[in-house]
């Protein structure tokens, strides 16, 4: 097994990434022109990452799977960005910051990067404004805030309901300045289904023009991808429909080690799940749990009535309702970070006291909120939120409590980077939700937005010169080199074998299928058995998938269900990871839950001496081959690892 | 279009004034016809009236073009209207084309043996006996006839709807609206075209009805 | 409770830009009531590729009416009637009755060509965005966020502004084929904010102008845009477009 070297600098905490940029290889304007970049994908962290680089002088190359940069699902980020302002003086520092998103992580996060994350959060905040993000102002003019689960401060800055679509607005105006100006290049409804390696460095990628069908070739001195997390191989998450890990599976059997894939977070508050035809999950913005009080009954019996639609919620009384959050977790009592709060809300469920017609519900009521307040105010902070419940369930939440049930949400897990976001494989780098650096096992709300954008605007435009200042002297490539011509034949080799399959079932079907497997054996609860039988339910499944799939029409021109085909052969691969690294991490932790692993009271347990590591794994050549682990030893300098307390 | 809209409604508004004139009294209304006779500033006031209608009626035909181009080849099979879209702004070209033959039509009826004939003939110039500075005399003449005030009714309701949309379109066009003065700007459009255009209808009606005779006798 | 409901479907094929196009129809049977109208799509394609056809091709990504991906023109109303304003994707099949005919059709406008089905390409609209769209700003140390003061009432009309989702359902109602609104927002975004105005002149001029190159009709101020916007985005923007640009053009 070997040992990996996260590249992280020498000294104090505080100074390593100021004497990091201090010291670090940068490429001068009139080499960055002779530069080639490609960014894949446009959310928070590409559209960024190739707005800054394509303003440095680089040449980029930005590609999309969607009609525009715009529809990246960053989009749908509701609640909110923290940052370490301390704009409400109640004590927030980096540090802070830096401590809870570790905390929060339950020690399995990279200290450095954590710290570097805090340590550029202020700055993030700064640069939107400068664009023109409308975030929400407080009457005298200055930025307003709210607080977030996890935080016992208030610095989480937002933009109604809406800052994702705000922040990636920003984003991709950015971009789209650098399009006018001709720096980069927009390669919209592409997508990537290769990376070219030569000479072990990362040196294109082989993309499917989704409306030609075309398999083309783009070459450049270095790859990043910035393509999202792998929540969809739960079929049902939150993710948009489209959302796929098919670049990060790319570069996964190209050599790049894929970290954590185990910790998948669950968000509490999603809309429950109503039958099975249901596409996707609609998440509830964790700042509802600012005001709304989670709930379900203290009475078994009330329960039943409930779940049989004899009752509604507000027919049960104060003293009979159980606020099992506040109960459990007084100190944070709704604001307990998404993990806690999810597994809280199963074992509610669980052990009988669901609220709806499946059981699978709890209630977050706001009719305190109201009383409180008064429904104009609550309207104000929440009202396109209630609106949106209101269309998709047909109930008023203003009227009656809001039904809610964890769903998948995020993957904390993904490729490996080192400190400079590289990842394993030499020019190849990953950013945002595709990487796995800075979340650990649970990531805090509103730190996605930050993470994104931190590594897109601040991090990855540094320390990507740290490794294009040695290739100034190498020429741009020809994409007539054997490599290119190797991976583009391979690429159309593996569509034309899902062609041939010539099965019954639709790709849709046998995806259900393995959301199915992964939600109950892979899911909240995990045990070493559930996964073994994850597992081998899975490899069937990859055998039904290589037999009886069905792609309808041809490789030319647009082909939806051949490009889910694809996207679900991923989402197979990406699933056995899943499962394989939850049953060799025999703890609990964050987003990863092993039954076995519990304390008395349904505590997630910690294994610090035989767990704290990040876990590598890699491709051995092929898809059905058991992947090696290897381990990245964590090493905690400035915070104590203890066990994380949410209740005092 | 908003400029030269505006510039015609400010016309409209004298126009109809000056008819309302013709109610109370024929020697005053006369008077007014006179003084816009074959002078140099009416007939350069009325050619600058005439480029007026052509810039707005050219640029009108443009941007339909324009749109229709816009619109592209194929159309919706099924097209829901919304309730806020008013029936007036999405016809604005057919009314403007029935405004404008209308506007033909009174040219014949009107300027042609007025002002032109005028042109055409000295100030000596007779018309169906009437001298071309008898516009009150006119009046009469063409409101006998109940085709001519049908038509003419159903040229200014032409002209309302035009309006109704046209007057606040206008102002939006040119920027002085807002979600506060939408509703103001849209409001007064309405209430200035209706009265505009009932200034204009009561003429016809009158004169439909009954002619000069019972002018006489409402003015002594 | 949800109960199910049996309706005919009307969709629209079209073999990419040049092709004509026609309609297609399918009877579907016992669809739940809470099930999304592109849920219903999904049983619909499920249903086509069972019977070994291709299936309908839409565009759709988030589902929860924020990408702006979604453009299905329902029943002759862009992304169907909903109650509070929504996308396609916020529809839901309880909005429709048993023996309902629904028809489905693309955005039709001669700026957004039919790629297939009912995909159309609306990369115009990132054109014009990339003609002025955004405050010229580098990355790096600007100043504090808090240096710059911006009236609640000021930041939050910028918000209202700045939340449309660039779906295109304004172009799609209009008759003249205008992107005015879609423009108009984004303009005013920028020019309510103290960061956007050093570019506001430029910014107007640049953005019409490339919007009228990209073949977009003239506004005509019907207002069907407004009725349509799932954000409902306001044509006092509209107005306030026109005051930048007249401002611009006379400062010339």
Known sequence: MATIDSKIPAGPIAEKWTNYKAHQKLVNPKNKRKLDVIVVGTGLAGASAAASLGEMGFKVKNFCIQDSPRRAHSIAAQGGINAAKNYQNDGDSVYRLFYDTVKGGDYRAREANVYRLAEVSASIIDQCVAQGVPFAREYGGMLANRSFGGAQVSRTFYAKGQTGQQLLLGAYSALMCQVNAGTVELYTRYEMLDVVIIDGRARGIIARNLVTGAIERFAAHAVVIGTGGYGNAYFLSTNAMGCNCSAAMACYRKGAYFANPSYVQIHPTCIPVHGDKQSKLTLMSESLRNDGRIWVPKKLEDAKKLQAGEIQGKDIPEEDRDYYLERRYPAFGNLVPRDVASRAAKERCDKGFGVNNTGLAVFLDFSQAIKDFGRKEIEARYGNLFDMYEEITDESPYETPMMIYPAVHYTMGGIWVDYELQTSVKGLFAIGECNFSDHGANRLGASALMQGLADGYFVLPYTIQNYLSDQITVPRFSTDLPEFKAAEEAVKARIQKLFNIKGKRSVDSIHKELGRIMWDYVGMGRTAEGLKIGLAKMKELRKEFYSNLFVPGTAEGVNVELEKAIRLEDFILMGELVANDALTRNESCGGHFREEYQTEEGEAKRDDENYFYVGCWEYQGSDDAAPVLSKEPLVYEAIKVQTRNYKN | MSVSGVALILFLTFHACMNVVALFSAEGYNMICEMLGANWYAVAATAALAALVAVHFIYAIILTLQNRKARGASRYAVTDKPATVEWAAQNMFVLGVIVILGMVLHLYNFWYNMMFAEIANGSMAYVNDLSAHDGYGMIVYTFACPVYSVLYLVWLAALWFHLTHGFWSAFQTLGWSGKIWFNRVKTIGYVYATVLILMFAVVVVKFALCGGACCTGICG | ?252
């Open chain 3, 1 to 252: 409770m949800a109960k199910n409901i049996s309706f005919t479907i009307k969709y629209w094929k079209q073999n990419g830009p040049k092709d004509a196009g026609h309609f297609e129809q399918r009877e579907m049977k016992n669809i739940p009531d809470d099930t999304s109208f592109l849920e219903m799509l999904d049983i619909l394609n499920e249903e086509l590729i069972n019977d070994g056809k291709e299936p309908f091709v839409f565009d759709h990504d988030c589902r929860e009416g924020i990408c702006g991906m979604c453009s299905l023109y329902i029943n002759g109303t862009p992304h169907g009637k909903t109650a509070t304003g929504a996308t396609t994707c916020q529809l839901y099949m309880r909005k429709f009755n048993d023996g309902d005919v629904i028809t489905v059709e693309p955005w039709r406008s001669a700026a957004f060509p039919v790629i297939k089905d009912c995909m159309v390409d609306r990369s115009a609209f990132d054109k014009i965005q990339a003609a002025g769209g955004y405050v010229t700003v580098r990355t790096g140390q600007p100043q504090d966020a808090n240096a710059i003061l911006i009236p609640k009432q000021d930041a939050d009309e910028a918000m209202d502004c700045a939340t449309c989702i660039g779906c295109g359902a304004c172009v799609a109602a209009c008759k003249n084929g205008s992107a005015m609104l879609y423009v108009s927002s984004k303009v005013s975004q920028f020019a309510l904010l103290p960061q956007g105005r050093p570019e506001a002149a430029k910014r107007a001029k640049a953005m019409v102008a490339k919007m009228d190159e990209l073949g977009f009709g003239n506004c005509t101020n019907t207002r069907a845009c407004e009725a349509v916007c799932p954000k409902n985005e306001s044509i006092a923007n509209i107005a306030r477009l026109n005051r930048e640009f007249l401002k611009a053009k006379l400062a010339d």
